[in-house]
């Protein structure tokens, strides 16, 4: 059953009947995530120094800038991976604070985050995968549940792969299961760190095709890319870092086509 991740084979599963659609973006009022002031350090070296940063319902932000800027380090303070120092940070109207279990646990439930590796387990068949996290942490199992990953292994183009391996599948197919799974928990806000970086470039598009369509959804969405094409045609926002700042903040017409500082225009100049 899911009460046992450790099992060596996944269990026979029914087929279950086909729920009715579940909206991948639930609705809120306010802004989905609130960053103010945050700093950030690792010992003396202060890696955030000051982030402001408000998120709107169903936006889609990219965020940019050099190896080392701060970009997975602030995801990473989203969804309470990291402590911070100073600052104020709010997800759905939940305040994050570190050292209070259950606020965490809490926030984390409305952060689904995906990383370069897609970290599925092995041991697990994909259904399971993407089932997991809902039965420990919600208690959802049976047929709705199985009902619902079907459903999103369907919205990620994997309907046929629910009873596969993970090491069956390509990467590509791999990353699409981790956003399926990432979606089971229902999460207010979806962060994606460098998810197309650990994949073949044949692979790339079918992955960001899958987070294209989730942005025309309505899900909100923090990415970390160095597809700037992506961003360019997706983003809302894109968001420039720079040594531990946001170093410039708007519309990926600006940005790319109007760069105001030369440490922008720079590291948009490096990129050809
Ligand atoms: N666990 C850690 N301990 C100490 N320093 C860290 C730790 N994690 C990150 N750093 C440092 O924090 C800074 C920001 O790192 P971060 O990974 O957020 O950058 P990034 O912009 O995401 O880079 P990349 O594009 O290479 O992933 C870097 O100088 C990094 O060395």
Known sequence: MLTDPSAQSAPVLS???????????????????????????????????????VVQPGEVIAIIGK??????????????????????LQVAGQALRHGNAAALRALRQQVGMIFQSFNLFPHLDVGHNVMLAPALVKGRRG????????????????????????????GGQQQRVAIARALAMDPAVLLCDEITSALDPELV??????VESLADEGMTLLMVTH???????????????HAGRIHEMGPPADLFGAPQTPELRQFLSALH
């Open 15 to 53: 087929v279950a009947p086909v729920a009715a659609v579940a909206p991948v973006a639930p609705v809120a009022a306010g802004p989905i995530v609130e960053i103010h002031a945050l700093r950030k350090r690792y010992g003396e070296h202060e890696v955030l120094k000051g982030i402001d940063l």
């Open 67 to 88: 190896s080392g800027s701060g970009k997975s380090t602030l995801l990473r303070c989203i969804n309470g991976l990291e402590e911070f120092q100073e600052g104020t």
């Open 143 to 170: 047929a709705p549940a199985e009902a619902r990953a079907r459903e999103l292994l369907e919205r990620v183009g994997l309907g046929e792969k629910f009873q596969a391996w993970p090491d069956q599948l390509s």
């Open 205 to 210: 598009g079918e992955v960001l095709k899958v």
């Open 227 to 241: 597809e700037m094409n992506f961003a360019r045609k997706v983003a809302d926002r894109v968001v420039f870092m």
